[in-house]
Structures are given as C-alpha cells and as structure tokens.
C-alpha cells in the first residue's frame, strides 16, 4: 500500500517535472554552442557576460548577430556562419536580450508602487483602488458621458459601475453569447461618440459557431442599454462561417472611433500566411462607418476578392488601439510570439509582415523566421524584445499630468504599463512607469483626466493621480 503510493507519487513528480520543464531550444542553442566560453546563465567567463548590457562590438541587434555569425577574432571567439543559420543566430539575439532584461530588471527594478507615491520623469504619481473585488478577469473599460462606466468580463458579461462608482452586482441582462474559449469571451466595449443623442454601445466578442465541435470567431455588435438590459442588436462584423475555428487563441481586438469612422481588429486566430491573404478576416486591421457599411475609400474596397473592410494587414494579435487626437494617426499595440512585441503606426493598405518578419521567436525557442524587415512591409516603432505581452493603448488626453499630454500609455500582461511620448509619429522615449501591480489588460484615460487601468490577477480596477 505504501509503496503503491510511493510509486504512484513518483510518477507524479516524473510528469510534474516533464510538464515543468518545457523544451527551451534556443536555451539548448546556447548552452551547446556558447555557454563554455560566456558562463551557463550568459553571465561571464572567459568570453565575458552577455547579460550586463554593455556591448564591446555594438549592442544593436544587427551588431549582435554580426558578433555571432563572424566571431571576435582576435580574442578568441570562432565566427558561427558556417554552423548555425541566420534564423538560429536570430534566436539567440533574441534569448539574450532576454537574458539582459532579467538581469537589468534584478540590478533596477521598475516603479512597483504598492503603496505610497512615485517619482517618474515627467510626474509623481500614486495608485488609488477604483474597484476591489466582484470583478472576474475585467478585459476593457469604456466610459459613458453621464458618470457611468462599462466594464467586460472575459467569461462573458458586461458590468455597470454607477456615477458614484458602484460596481453594479448584476450584468447586463441579454447580452449575446460570448463563448469562453481559450483566450476568447466577452472583450472589447466602446461608447460612441455621438452616445448622447444615440445610446449605441460596441461590444466585440468571440462568437460561437454550434457543430461537431465548437468554433468560434470575433464578432461585433452595437446595442443599447435599456432598464439594465441589451437590446435594439445590430450586427457591425461578422465572419463567414467557413472562417469560424476550434482554435482558442489570438481574437484581437480592440475598437476606436475617430472623424466618423470605427476601427477594430481581428486577430490572427492562430493562422500564419493567411494574414497575408486580404481575401481572410484574420490578422487585420478594419475600418468601417459606425453602422458596419463600408467607406469606399477604403484601401481594398475595389478589389473585388479583398474582403473591402479591411484598412492594414500583416498583424499577429493586436490588443491595444488609440487615435491621436493631434493629428489623427493610428497606434496599435501587438503581441509578438517571444519577443518581438510591436507598437505600430497604422497606416491604409500597409502591411505589418506576419509571419513573413518579426523580431521574436517561437515560444520554445526555436527560430521562426531569419527576417526582421523585408521591401514592403512595415518596420515597428517601437519592438520590444522580450515581449512585455502588450496589452491596452491610450492616448492620455486629460489635464491632471500635463506633463503626459498626448503621450501614449501601453499595458503589458507581464505587468509593465510604458509611457511612449510620439513626436511627429516618431517615438522619442519609452519609459517603464510601473509593474507588479498584476496583468494590465487596459488602460484607459478618464474623463476626470486620471489614468485608469484594469487589471488581472488579482482583478481589480486602479487609477494613477498625481501625487504632490
Ligand atoms: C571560445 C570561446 C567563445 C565561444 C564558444 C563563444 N564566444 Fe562569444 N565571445 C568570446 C570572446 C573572447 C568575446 C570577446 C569579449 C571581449 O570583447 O572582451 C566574445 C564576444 C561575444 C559577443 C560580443 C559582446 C560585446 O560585448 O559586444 C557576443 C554577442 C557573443 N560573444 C555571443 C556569443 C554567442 C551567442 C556564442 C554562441 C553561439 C558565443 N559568443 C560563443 C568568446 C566566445
């Protein structure tokens, strides 16, 4: 009996340590080939630290790779050209960039501002709680121009927070089915702009096709909130059910109004060249009237095979959209496989290059594609390697920080919230504000000018104010 259990619990821990230790191949790249001369951890040695983010032969990617692929002669490292392919020396820019972020994070952590104010480059700030529990993985913010605000909660349901900043118990009666799958459920909202005279709220969710096997799609519709329940549904995107998958991951999305129209995204929903296809909804950007009907202007509204909503392609999974109110250009956040995550300048008919470029790797490390850039398609403003997990994008357009006006605020699952400032579409800094606070789904400015964001685990709504 006992050791029947013995036995039993060994093979637990066998499982537990196969499912814990996950294939790392660009780990194993760089513990067969480099780890003898630069230290297993990418940390010293004879060859020296990889980790502490100074650079002797340029720290630029393409100065990395060059240090790889030819060698430092000189010193003692033989050049990798002929033993490994651009796509696995680009794999290990990547691991080492990675390597150097978790070093520098331990040297200087970013602002964790449990409590108390912080100090950051242009403002103080502090964190104050907006709402505290009842809510269960909150996806998206939006605000009504009476006081009320709207949140979504991934499992599928809509919640009011009242004028006096009550989370209402009940959701929103009647709202459509969103099918909890994977990544998907209810997620986006957004109010119109012209909510006052004509009370239509967007939701974007993931669809439910019944079969076999469930499949799903992004899906969005307007709807009015009449005593606490959906009603008057207009569909504004839907897929055709042939483009409907079991696939659980990558629904995008986000949405955001500006001069008359509604952009919205759809993400890759797994599939690679597809997105390359202007004939698939997946991996797309859109732009359409607020009523779904569509401008004919738009870049593909002519040609006859191109599904004519679309406005840019090439995307992965974007998550995080805002308008610069300056001048009208479109931002959009993306996450990257590993690495590589991607804040855009949203241009018409231009295409982003998944999967063609990108600065990550697959997520076991294995090389995904040797190109960063290629004739036609679009470079990121700014890339981030690792990947932050990009997640939530506003424009911050309030009076509280006047020292942040216009600047962009994106969110990350991996909990940092950067402050991007964007000069003539160009971005000038990158500042880490915050972690540690949770997962940032959204960030959100308030019509009272402070910065809101929702977070996940623990789920809960916060606010930064200035401090004094
Ligand atoms: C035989 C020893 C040896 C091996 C194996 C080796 N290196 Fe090096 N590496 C060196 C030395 C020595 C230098 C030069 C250090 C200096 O300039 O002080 C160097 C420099 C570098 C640099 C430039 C660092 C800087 O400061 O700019 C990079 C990047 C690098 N190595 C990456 C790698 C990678 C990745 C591998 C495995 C594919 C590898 N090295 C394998 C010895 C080695």
Redesign the pocket.
Known sequence: MKSGRAACFATYLALASTLLARPDRAND??LE??A???GSNADG????S?SDG??????SDA??AR??SQ??QD????G?EQT?SPEQ?RS??VF?REKEKTAKTQASPPPQPKKGSVKSQEHSYKVETVIDGGLKTPWSLAFLPDGRCLVTERPGTLRVIDADGNLLPEPVAATPRAVELGQGGMLDVAVSPDFALDGWIYLAFSDPLEGEKMRSMLKIVRGRIRDHAWSDEEVIFQAAPNFYTPAGQHFGTRMAFDSGYLYFIVGERGGKMEVQDLTRPNGKIYRVFPDGSIPQDNPFATDKNAIPGIWSYGHRNPQGLAIDPRDHAIYATEHGPRGGDEFNLICKGANYGWPVISHGMNYDGSPLTGLTEKEGMEQPLVQWTPSIAACGLTCYTGDKFPGWKYDFFAGGLRGELHRIRVQDRKVVADEILLSGLGRIRDVRTGPDGFLYIVLNQPDRIVRLVPAE
């Open positions: 790249l760089y080939n480099c003898s001369c630069h040695g004879m060859g020296g990889l100074l650079w002797k032969h340029g720290g100065e990395m240090s790889i060698g430092v010193l003692g490292m033989p990798f490994l020396i290990l820019v080492l």
